[in-house]
């Protein structure tokens, strides 16, 4: 019985699916012999309403707007815009950005986002020595390389100096200064390996065996902490260049002390900073730094900077590779959440090489899905025929001529033979580092694959995600949109000038001014001129004199009160226009002076307008906007009888809820 319910209700889901999709693959519409579907036009409804709702009104609006969209662009498609290499290649860059989401797994990018914001909780300090082996190295060179690191290691475990280990046998050229001591650094500050192997090391203990694009290295933590966020600091720096004599160094000392005497008795340390800091970066603007965090400084700088305590607060002399500072502390910036810092992480980590796990999860898979069988003993006689050439990108894909055995088969269609993968390395124009041939095919074969696999994953996005195939589609009809309503309307108003003004005659009465008056604003900063400049306003109205050059006349006679300023303007002003004419009555003359903030502003009302209609320049951009519609309106009642259009009414009727 149990058995028989669950069959009836996987029956019913089924049937429900199929129902679901075959209302949805209805024909709602028909526009030139193209058919749309219900689907399509829902899907669009629903993206541009906030609150669908799918009322005959609401809809019968929108079938409207959605008629005329597909007009424009089944016009753009007979009209070829879809076969310009410009619109490609925007459409091409549109489909970049969308196929991004399928080619990483959301899951690994979400661990990867709250694993490293837990390690943002903290700072690490850690010691390392490395031995240099970059990934071109062959295989004996990579060998001895790790041996050479297991060594280390083996004496570092038994008790000696890591310190000394590190100025003996690092290869990293700052270990001969700190003795492999990286100080604090939390996440994102070093190469992902490095830094998973620096946390998960116990306090006190060395690290395996870790590989780096680097080379080897092992990892001593020294101490870890929490993080105490960002700071925001001040400081006098007193440069003193690395290799400066003795001399230098002493006086540079003693002026960085004598700066710090000043400090004490609370000069002012902006001041201080403009007088005396070598930093032309900062001391312009008080020697202030932007917010830093663990590991964005030199540590020796970092550690003094932290350990000030309250705002305000300025540190002893510290030196650094650089010199001299006195560090100021401006301010605290605790880590903040999860949720604020979530985005900032999520950009970090996907311009990050642990963005690659989830990238190389998503290719395993495709390669099972698509079941990829790869025949490298074919690469035989490529290694044959691969020369020197190979390391500058100037390698010739015709020595591989005749070479057409299968490489690589994917989803038992497609093929790749050994001429593919021969212009696939020849064709790049890439430069190399300097391996055994062996090598380099190999590794660009493993690329090559992976590669092809994606590319056939990006011939499928459509078929496997219609999601992806619906945001295609529109990326694909709003650009050829956008390109032929532009020639259409948009540029064809701003340049058809003769049009604009065609069109502006026939509607001039469409744009009138309401009711305006015409005044002069004296605006002023001292009351003891108010009765001369009453005077020159009404000088100025009745015998209509020019107000620039009686306002020059006017200030020559004030010319001893040097801070006095004075500003006429005249002009036409409807209501709204100006807060001062607002304020008076419509009456000509002279109104009473209003006071803001030692700011006098006197008002003469010259003469009263009535409405009369605006002039082609005073209401162009008004008059260009009615003209798109115009313009708009006259192509889509062409575009209308060019294309016959139908609407299955039963169809349509379905969607009315």
């Known amino acids: 019985m149990r058995q028989i319910i669950f069959t009836l209700l996987v029956t019913l889901i089924s049937l429900n699916i199929i129902n679901a999709q075959s209302v949805s ?59 310009i290499q410009s619109f490609k290649k925007e459409l091409k860059g549109y489909r970049f950005q969308l196929e991004k989401p399928y080619f990483t797994d959301e899951s690994v990018d979400e661990a990867l986002i709250k694993e490293a914001y837990e390690r943002m909780k903290f700072d690490v300090r850690a010691s390392h020595i490395l031995i240099k082996c970059d990934d071109k190295m062959i295989p004996s060179d990579t060998l001895k390389a790790y041996n050479k690191i297991a060594k280390i290691r083996k004496k570092a475990l038994s008790g000696e100096d890591f310190n000394k280990l590190a100025k003996e046998n690092s290869e990293d050229p700052s270990a001969q200064r700190n003795g492999g001591d990286l100080g604090f650094f939390t996440a994102f500050s070093m190469v992902y390996p490095f830094e998973t192997a620096a946390y998960n090391t116990p306090v006190g203990e060395i690290s395996e065996i870790i590989r780096t694009r680097f080379g080897y290295h092992i990892i001593k933590v020294i101490d870890k902490k929490e993080n105490k966020g960002q700071i925001r600091v001040a400081h006098i720096m007193r440069a003193v260049p690395q290799g400066s004599d003795a001399k230098k160094e002493a006086i540079e000392k003693e002026k960085i002390f004598q700066i710090y005497d000043s400090v004490k008795m609370d000069v002012n340390f902006i001041d201080l900073v403009k007088r005396h800091s070598d930093d032309r970066g900062t001391s312009q603007r008080g ?11 030199i540590p020796d700088f970092e550690k003094v900077a932290f350990a000030l305590q309250n705002i305000g607060d300025v540190s002893e002399p510290v030196k650094t ?31 990050d090489i642990r963005a690659q796990r989830g990238r190389n999860l998503v290719i395993s898979r495709l390669m099972k899905e698509y079941n990829v069988s790869v025949n490298k003993k074919l690469l035989e006689p490529l290694y044959s025929i691969v020369d020197s050439t190979i390391m500058n990108g100037k390698w010739d894909p015709e020595k591989a001529h005749g070479l057409n055995e299968i490489l690589v088969t994917i989803a038992d269609t497609v093929n790749y033979t050994q001429v593919d993968f021969a212009n696939y390395i020849g064709n790049d124009g890439l430069r190399r580092l300097p391996n055994p041939y062996r090598v380099i095919v190999d590794e660009e074969f493993e690329q090559f694959a992976e590669k092809m696999v ?22 694909h009809d709003g ?26 005659a026939d509607h001039t009465n469409d744009y009138m001014w309401g009711d305006r008056v015409e005044a002069t604003i004296y605006t002023y900063n001292n009351a003891k001129h108010t009765k001369s400049i009453s005077k020159l306003a009404k000088k100025i109205a ?5 107000y620039n ?75 260009t906007a009615d003209y798109q519609n115009y313009l708009e309106k006259q192509w889509l009642e062409v575009l209308r009888k060019k294309y016959e259009i139908s609407i299955n009414k039963t169809v349509f009727e379905k969607m009315i809820k």
């Open 25 to 83: 693959d209805e024909i709602l519409l028909t526009i030139g012999g193209n058919d749309i579907t219900r689907g399509e036009f829902e899907r669009i409804y629903t993206k541009n309403n906030q609150e669908p709702a799918f009322d005959k009104a609401s809809l019968d609006e929108y079938m409207e707007l959605f008629v005329n969209f597909k007009l424009k662009v089944l016009e753009a498609e007979a009209l070829g815009m879809d076969t």
């Open 287 to 297: 020697g202030e730094l932007p917010f830093f965090g663990t590991g964005r400084m």
């Open 321 to 351: 590779p650089y010199g001299w500072h006195i560090i100021k502390l401006l301010e605290k910036k605790p880590l903040e959440s999860f949720e604020e810092l979530q985005q900032t992480i999520k950009t970090k980590v996907s311009k």
């Open 549 to 623: 050059q009686e306002r020059n006349k006017f200030m020559n006679s004030v010319a001893n009160d040097s801070t006095f300023n004075l500003t006429i303007t005249k002009t036409k002003y409807s209501k709204g226009d100006n807060q001062f004419v607002d304020a008076v009555s419509n009456e000509i003359g002279l109104k009473e002076v209003q006071e803001i903030e030692g700011e006098f502003t006197l008002v003469y009302i010259n003469k009263m307008l009535s409405p009369e209609p605006k002039k082609m320049n005073e209401a162009r951009g008004l008059i």
């Open 479 to 504: 650009i050829l949109l956008f390109n032929l309503t532009d020639e259409m309307v948009w540029s064809k108003a701003v340049e058809d000038t003769t049009g604009l003004k065609a069109f502006y």
């Open 454 to 475: 994606v590319e056939y994953e990006k011939t499928q996005l459509e078929r496997k995600y219609p999601e992806f195939k619906h945001l295609t589609k529109e990326y």
């Open 542 to 546: 009745k015998k209509n004199l020019n």
